[in-house]
């Protein structure tokens, strides 16, 4: 797949000095037997696209668009589609994930057993030629494709080293494990209390803990493994050359934090940011007065501050999302009635939202359990914000049906993370929801019969950003072992792209700019 901004065109990336308003003249004029203009017609067309500038001046007939002066480029048969967006996902993460150790499992990475696990993270430890005290950081290992079927404990990372603290991040985003000296070096022990929001794992019969940490109890060594960051210009390059390639031409960064703000200042400064991309800092935990520092809604080059999001519950695959039915098969030392639990109080998500709706600034939240899907319609309806505010529900793993008529009253956009329906699929029916609810993971069939707004995502870098995989899942709903997950939930190929171009520039309140090939929209075009 091309993205214009990297390879051929480089529409966006370099200005193109402006000739008069005409169809007779364009700076550059792009065809194709195979143009997907998403403005309504639902198949592809052999049409002419004129470019002044940065924006589309015309779009007709191939044979007609001949006619116009300028550079031509022909596709012939090659599709021209919008560009495509990123509903949700975290680009600065992306950033980091190219310069720590790959422990996932296929096919994202090579780990099928805890062995392997170890024997990539030595690898790693010698290529790199880290230093005995320096950081070791893996990224996206899976217990539910480990043939243990376990997450790794502090004896497992001490079996690969004890001079270096090691931290494996679970797949997720939302687990992680640390060696014992890991541990050690963040002051967390048998004495140490579970955080607000998060469970510090033991074992069993035992105050001690197994290395292994839920939701808020992985900050501290969040914090930790950042202060070893190294190259974070060098990592964002790679980055936006990572959603280049699979024809993303707006990133989000979700869940942004001062520091990967800065970072993408940064490179945005330096014209390192070769797409758009737009973040969404953190909004709870006492962050509201930096939120409200920043310069909301307005493009600074390629960087947009979109927003603000909250979290609400934790991970379905991780079995931490807040449900209002007990998990399949409950997680470590919990009961047969644990439902996982929400991040923050209902009384500060409602304040929360409160406080952000008056100021006018765009939320999403995090929700993946129907538990925390509530939260968020609560808090929504008592602010009874009156003006279009596009909230979005982030995830909604597994909104009810009734749910999704409050959302569709409340004015919540749903952004599915669909391709669940591949990397978890097997698992959420076996191990997690049972089969009724894992059916309806994603509920993108419901939502569309309601004719409503909604997109799709990869969350990278918990999967790779990779959107045609993405179109996949979300019209096949086909699991690893090759069952369907949820036959009623299929949609078709148009609606699915819909929710990954024009649909995701609604979301971003973006769509009078992006989404269509359209006359007056800036030449986003993959």
């Known amino acids: 797949m091309k993205n214009f901004y990297f390879t051929t065109l480089f529409l966006l990336t370099f200005f193109i000095p402006s000739q008069a308003f005409s169809i007779s003249e364009a700076d550059l004029i792009l065809s194709s037997n195979n143009v997907l203009t998403m403005a309504g017609v639902k198949k592809s067309e052999p049409l002419g696209i004129a470019i002044v500038g940065k924006k589309i001046v015309w779009v007709g007939d191939i044979n007609q668009s001949k006619n116009i002066k300028g550079k031509h480029v022909n596709y012939g048969n090659k599709a021209i589609a919008p560009g495509l967006i990123d509903a949700h996902g975290h680009a600065a993460y992306v950033a980091f994930a190219t310069q720590v150790a790959n422990v996932a499992s296929p096919p994202v990475g090579p780990v099928k057993t805890i062995a392997d696990l170890q024997n990539e993270i030595k690898q790693f430890i010698e290529i790199k030629n880290l230093k005995p005290g320096e950081w070791v950081i893996g990224l996206g290992y899976d217990d539910s494709l480990l043939k243990e079927q376990r997450h790794p404990t502090k004896k497992d990372l001490d079996e690969i080293s004890t001079l270096n603290p090691i931290f494996l991040i679970h797949v997720s985003s939302h687990l992680g494990t640390a060696s014992s000296l890991a541990l050690s070096l963040t002051n967390i022990n048998s004495e140490t209390q579970n955080p607000p929001g998060g469970v510090i794992r033991r074992y069993k019969n035992s105050s001690e803990p197994n290395g292994v940490l839920e939701e808020t109890a992985v900050y501290p060594l969040q914090m930790q493994v950042m202060s070893s960051y190294k190259d974070p210009l060098g990592s964002v390059i790679k980055a936006m ?70 979290i ?56 993946n359990g129907d538990a925390a899907a509530d939260m968020l319609i609560e808090a929504i309806n008592k602010a009874a914000i009156n003006y279009d505010h596009r909230t979005i529900m982030i995830h909604a793993q597994t909104v009810r049906e009734d ?116 006359v007056g929209k800036l030449a986003d075009l993959v």
Not at 356 to 361: D, G, L
């Open 403 to 518: 749910q999704i008529d409050a959302m569709k009253k409340l004015g919540i956009i749903p952004s599915y993370f669909s391709t669940h329906t591949f990397y978890w699929g097997d698992w959420h029916r076996d191990s997690v929801l049972g089969k009724d609810r894992a059916m309806r993971i994603s509920p993108t069939h419901s939502t569309l019969s309601r004719n409503m707004p909604f997109t799709v995502h990869n969350d990278a870098p918990v999967v790779p950003p990779d959107m045609i995989r993405l179109l996949w899942s979300t019209t096949n709903r086909i699991t690893r072992s090759g069952k369907t997950l949820g036959e009623d939930q299929k949609i078709s190929t148009y609606d699915a792209l819909k929710a990954m171009t024009i649909n995701a520039a609604y979301q971003h309140f973006e769509d009078d700019i992006k989404g269509t090939i359209e």
């Open 241 to 310: 050359e990572v959603y280049a390639k699979n024809g993303i031409t707006t990133a989000q960064d979700g869940a942004s934090n001062p520091k990967s703000i800065e970072l993408l200042q940064a490179a945005n400064n330096q014209s390192k940011l070769n797409i758009d991309v737009i973040a969404y800092p953190i909004g709870q935990n006492g962050s509201d007065d930096y939120v409200r520092s920043l310069n909301i809604g307005e493009y600074d080059g390629r960087l947009k501050i979109g927003g603000i999001k909250l």
């Open 312 to 367: 609400l519950d934790g991970s379905p695959q991780g079995k931490t999302a807040y449900l209002t039915k007990p998990y399949l098969i409950p997680p470590h030392n919990q009961s047969k009635n644990y439902k996982g639990y929400p991040l923050i109080p209902q009384k500060t998500v409602n304040q929360l939202i409160n406080l952000y709706s008056m100021a006018k600034i765009p939320i999403m939240a995090h929700a």
